[in-house]
């Protein structure tokens, strides 16, 4: 949505809306991700307070 090129990225529209709720759900999976691997690493390695 915001190009780090500085040109102007997607209109405000129904495009832009659906990959900001895509991006939304991707930043929700990969830190549900994170908590996921934490708790199984902890316990693979033997960790209690992980």
């Known amino acids: ?18 990959v900001a709720s895509d991006n939304s ?3 929700k999976w990969h830190t549900d991700q994170l908590t996921s691997s934490k708790e199984f690493f902890a316990k693979k390695l033997g960790l209690k307070n992980a």
Do not use: H, I, N
């Open 25 to 27: 759900k991707l930043l």
């Open 1 to 18: 949505m915001y190009p780090s090129d500085g040109s102007p990225g997607l209109p405000v529209g129904e495009e832009r809306s659906k």
